[in-house]
């Protein structure tokens, strides 16, 4: 049962300020340890079946050593999985259900967030009448809707610390089961120059799930206690992740939110001295960089790109796709191609034989925003997702409240993670994140919290 479960005895407040100033607001974990890890299960194994492979490892080594020519994503792309689709059909049911048998509470499901979400998922179904193949379209419409359905129900149900130690215990699995399942096929060799660690996934995604283990670490721990050793063993975990996975983009994405967060919670003064550090420390580095020797250059370049120097100067071949899709965007630059209708068969083949490596995505989240939607679709998915960091940073700065700062954290990663990906565009585990954590966050009441039991109804100390 949720911390906001009410009575009839809740009361408006007359005023936001009234209510934002001397509130306990904490969305606390209410879940028993059971209940807790039967939603670990449920979605760590719909998650896994859909976007996991026993054999990842296997395949992403011996695309590195040119081994095989195949294109796992063209093959894939157009064929009806008969394990997938049955058990995104049952993430979906699980939404369902949860919107039905979710307790009583004063959640306000209206505000910015969700009609921003709306508003975008609207647009996603409108771009079938102009897809260039509307059937694909529909398909992915399907996946990205029972998605939907699913983040409504555990919104309307979880509260957000519930929500950041499901997630990140789901992703806690990924990592280790990933790590078991490399060790067992002989593909764990981390002594090897050019070793990522793949696990169960492409090692951009495991780096992505070591994330959420960090910025989540700390609803593992009480309010007002010292650090658990459970929110340092996650800290350590997906820092080690991100360092085997060599993940460039996310490990300078968990910088930025992590600096950002702490950020927020200095008093405005020392805000603005923080802000003034880090533009001297920027300026200094342009200084130091522009007087550099060669020597030097080389070598940290060789330290910035984690060990991997195959290609820097187009980021890993990035450069090239890139400008290959704004022709694309060209042609059709205010709607786009429709939802995820580019990225047919003979799209993806085409540009493997042209950039000679698999091309499942634009490896960019606002490039493949306007391959999909155009400008109107980049606007409106950057509407939802600055509404949501707007609602979160007001909310974190007047409560602290830790479930908040995990979404705001998250949602400042997506944004940089965003420039060299677009795993959280894709209906994949880590948009499934992001849109339960926003649904939930502008779902929480904005009057008095009034805090409910099995048997009775109490006032927060210090309330009357």
Request: glycine fraction near 8%; aromatic fraction near 12%.
């Amino acid at each position: 049962m949720s911390t906001y479960d009410t009575a009839e005895q809740f009361n408006q407040s007359s005023s936001d300020e009234d209510f934002l100033t001397g509130v306990e607001y904490q969305d606390t974990s209410t879940l028993k340890p059971f209940t807790l890890l039967l939603f670990v299960l449920m979605i760590g194994a719909g998650f896994f079946l859909v976007d996991h492979s026993f054999n990842a490892s296997t395949y992403f080594r011996k695309v590195h050593a040119l081994e095989t020519e195949a294109n796992r994503t063209a093959d894939r792309i157009e064929a009806v999985n008969l394990v997938t689709t049955p058990m995104r059909l049952l993430l979906g049911g699980l939404g369902v259900w949860c919107l039905l048998n979710a307790p009583r509470n004063n959640l306000r499901w209206g505000g910015m967030i969700l009609f921003s979400f709306l508003l975008y998922a609207c647009y996603l179904g409108l771009s079938v009448t102009w897809s260039v193949n509307p059937r694909f379209t529909i398909q992915k419409l399907i996946v990205f809707f029972m998605m939907s359905i699913a983040s409504f129900g555990l919104a309307r149900w979880l509260s957000l610390q519930d929500l950041a130690k499901i997630f990140s215990l789901v992703c806690l699995c990924y990592l280790f089961g990933g790590l078991v399942i490399e060790i067992f096929l002989g593909n764990f060799r981390p002594h090897m120059p050019d070793y990522r660690f793949v696990g169960t996934a492409h090692p951009n995604s495991l780096a992505a799930y070591g994330t959420v283990c960090c910025l989540a670490a700390p609803v593992f721990t009480k309010r007002g206690s010292s650090v658990s050793y459970l929110t340092i063993a996650m800290v350590v975990v997906g820092i080690m992740v991100l360092l085997a996975t060599k993940s460039r983009t996310t490990l300078a994405g968990l910088v930025f939110a992590v600096l950002a967060t702490r950020m927020v919670t200095f008093k405005p003064n020392n805000r603005i001295f923080g802000v003034t550090i880090l533009l001297l420390l920027f300026v200094g580095v342009g200084i130091f960089l522009s007087v550099a020797r060669n020597s030097t250059w080389n070598s940290m370049g060789g330290a910035m790109a984690m060990g991997r120097t195959e290609d820097v100067g187009s980021l890993t071949g990035r450069l090239p796709l890139w400008e290959e899709l704004g022709t694309s965007i060209q042609k059709r630059p205010i709607l786009g191609h429709g939802y995820l209708a580019y990225w047919e068969k003979d799209r993806i083949e085409h540009l493997y034989d042209l950039l000679g490596w698999e091309v499942p995505h634009g490896h960019n989240m606002y490039i493949d925003l306007l391959i999909d939607g155009g400008i109107i679709g980049l606007s409106l998915f950057l509407f939802y997702l600055l509404m949501s960091l707007i609602v979160s940073f007001r909310r974190y700065l007047k409560h602290r409240d830790i479930g908040v700062a995990f979404v705001f954290g998250m949602l400042l990663f997506a944004l940089v993670h965003g420039t060299g990906e677009s795993l959280f565009k894709l209906p994949t585990f880590l948009l499934f994140i992001i849109v339960t954590t926003t649904l939930r966050l502008g779902a929480l009441p904005r009057g008095r919290i009034v805090k409910a039991t099995d048997d009775f109804v109490t006032e927060p100390e210090g309330q009357t």
